[in-house]
């Protein structure tokens, strides 16, 4: 694939479309944002004025957007009446399974011989930038050759989760597990300061005991303990409170319309919908220990 238009260049859209054209790769950049698309020119890539114009003799179509209804709307608008024949339409935004496997559908019916695939990512705006996102992707089996090559400058792992929607549930699983584990870990941090436990000794025995995980050993929520973490730089950067709540709510709904029981999934969207209530909804997810150890976040 030598010709991608990528449609959506914000903080992660940005990073993604200039590692695709540093591995030589013509991108053809569109973004509704005139600073995005400048910032995209300056990277290599062609600054295009419409979503349209971007899909002009593009092999392939990547999209980085906000949520489920952008998405929507631009493959029903641009993508699906104006990209090439045969193309390779990938969409990386993180939306909710129904809307994913509607794109795939609507693709299909458009009779062009698109092939499709969902493949959001984990990892921040750092990864972006450095091209060492995890894609988990939802596609066709005898796509994901042609998905992964695509995705490659972009990528530290790709893995292929199953049919269509399926990259945007191992996405949504994946978060709800982080949210809940997070707060678990706060909630024992918080626990052990009461009873008079010092938090680098707590850390020191849990990390090592049963209790361990990510949230407390790659990202741990307090100031000066483990790895470096949003905690050491008063919750600035970081993974945003409102887009771990938006994760949390696409869990919640596909778990009504699959029948699943979720309730820790709902005790973690409620304590991070009542830290947005309160504006901090900007603030780094693991802020959340100061919530439950002060009742209050500084
Ligand atoms: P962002 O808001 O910074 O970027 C979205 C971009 O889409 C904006 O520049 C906006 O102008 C553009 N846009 C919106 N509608 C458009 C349209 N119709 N045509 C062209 N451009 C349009 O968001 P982001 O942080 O880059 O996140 C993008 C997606 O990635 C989201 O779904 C988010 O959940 C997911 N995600 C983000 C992170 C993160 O750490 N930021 C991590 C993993 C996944």
Redesign the pocket.
Known sequence: MQTIAF????????GMAANQAKAGRTVRA????QA?LGTAAEAGCVACTS?DEALHGAEAVI?????GK??L??YQ??VLPHAEDGALLID????DVDSARQVATLARDAGKGFRTADA??????A??DAGT?AFMVGSAESDFKAVEALLDPMSRVTIHAGDSGAGQAA?ICNNMLLGISMIGTCEAFALAERLGLSADRFYEISSQSSGQNWSMTSYCPVEGIGPASPADRNFEG???TD?ML??LRLAKEAAMSSGAVTPMGGHAEALYALLSEQGLGGKDFSSVIELLAKGTVK
């Open positions: 449609i959506g260049l914000g903080n992660m859209g940005g569109f973004d509704l944002s995005a979503a999209t980085m957007l906000p949520a952008h998405v709307g631009v608008n641009h990386c935004s993180t939306i959001p990512v984990s990892g921040g705006t990864a972006a996102l996405k970081g993974f945003a887009m938006k994760d």
